[in-house]
Structure formats: structure tokens, C-alpha cells
């Protein structure tokens, strides 16, 4: 993976804790959005962890760049004050949010499963998200499908995205659905393709506004 932060100490810091996990490789750093952008296309890192305030290319615009050219997921750190970074991040099509204070396990989680093409990481954090979206509009629209392509959702599609909008994991959807995981991933691909969306934290949003919900938990 690759670390892009502009502070050096926050760097070392995020890098080190990368480091400590056997199954976890960091192959570069970035301490700016345009170095972030360079070393993604030449290392082609299955994940970038990117700062949102960065020089010469904030880590909005860097995040939209390797979303666009398909060079890897992002999972965005934000200290969820700034608005504005958060909602632009998920317009850029940014694969996941963590909190900056987060724990080092948490870190490691939500990078690992960002690595597994989840998107979603913590639920906590997707709700947070999703609270913040509700709380505080953004000046323009998060995202472009108009309610007309709800239309065009399978019932199964449905339920799969109203479960998104809960920031259930495809495990969790696996499970309350009661269908295989893999079946889970790949009606989400498949929902993203017909909202014409980046990721699943845009469909978990969208889900919310269009007041989409998941089947009840069984007892």
C-alpha cells in the first residue's frame, strides 16, 4: 500500500504501524497530492491511505485522479470537521473514511478490508458518515443518479443496497440476507454499475436518501 501525508511524523507514525502486520506491505510515501499520484500509477498499490490537506495537490483532487484512472482504492483520513473534504472525497469516489484519531487496530481493519474491495469500513465510521451527510448538506449533489434508476434494481439489488446504507459489511449482508458472501459482492458490483456510482460509501449515502432499507434482522 502507499501512505500519502504530509506531516513526516504522522507519516512515520501511520507507516509503523502498517509495518507491524505481517500481512500488510507498504511499497511507498507521499508527503504530497501529486507525489501521491505519481508513485500510484508507477507502484500500482492495491491501497492508498490519503490525507486530505496536503501541498500542490490536496487529497480530494489526488483521490479523484487514481479513482478515474482505476490505479487503486483509497481510504480517505479525515478528522470529520471539514465537511466540505469529506463530501468531496466521496464525489472523487474514495473507497473509505477513517477517523485520524482512530486505534492502530482500527487502522489495520479498515485498511484490510478496504484491501478486500469492501469499501465500507468500520460500521461506526459509515454511520458517522451518514449522519454527518444528513446533518449538513453539501452545496452541491453527492451523487448524480436520479430515483429513476432505483428502477432498474433488482428486489435482491434493493435489499442489498438498503443494507449498504446501514455500513453493513458483506458478511453481514451475507448473513442477514441469507445468501453466500460472494453472491453478496457480486450484486453490489453490480448496483454500483447500474447507479453509475464509484463505491459503496456513495451507494450507503444514497441509500439513506432515498430512504432505502435492508429486510429486518431475523430473531
Known amino acids: 500500500m502507499l501512505v500519502a501525508e504530509d506531516q513526516t511524523s504522522v507519516r512515520a507514525g501511520l507507516v509503523l504501524i502498517l509495518r507491524s502486520a505481517p500481512d500488510l506491505r507498504v511499497v511507498g510515501e507521499a508527503a504530497d497530492g501529486e507525489q501521491a499520484v505519481a508513485l500510484a500509477r508507477e507502484l500500482r498499490p492495491d491501497v492508498v491511505l490519503m ?3 496536503m501541498p500542490r495537490l490536496d487529497g480530494v483532487s489526488a483521490t ?8 487503486a482504492d483509497v481510504l480517505v483520513l479525515t478528522t470529520f470537521d471539514l465537511d466540505e473534504y469529506v463530501f468531496g ?9 477513517l477517523l485520524k484519531d482512530s486505534e492502530a487496530t482500527e487502522l489495520l481493519a479498515a485498511v484490510r478490508t478496504v484491501a478486500r474491495g469492501e469499501g465500507l469500513i468500520a460500521p461506526a465510521v459509515t454511520r458517522r458518515l451518514i449522519h454527518e451527510f444528513g446533518r449538513v448538506r453539501p452545496p452541491e449533489p453527492v451523487s448524480g443518479p436520479g430515483t429513476d434508476l432505483l428502477e ?14 446501514e455500513g453493513l459489511s458483506n458478511a453481514e449482508i451475507a448473513t442477514r440476507l441469507t445468501m453466500a458472501e460472494a453472491t453478496v459482492k457480486t450484486h453490489v458490483s453490480r448496483l454500483l454499475a447500474k447507479l453509475e456510482l464509484r463505491s459503496r460509501v456513495q451507494a450507503a449515502v444514497l441509500a439513506q436518501e432515498w430512504g432505502v432499507s435492508a429486510p429486518p434482522r431475523r430473531p
Not at 66 to 71: E, K, Q, T
Not at 153 to 165: N, P
Open 51 to 53: 490525507d486530505v490537506q
Open 64 to 71: 479523484g485522479q487514481i479513482v478515474a484512472d482505476g490505479l
Open 89 to 97: 472525497a466521496l464525489r472523487a469516489g474514495a473507497a473509505g473514511f
Open 152 to 165: 432498474t434494481l433488482t428486489r435482491r439489488e434493493r435489499e442489498v443496497l438498503g443494507a449498504l446504507g
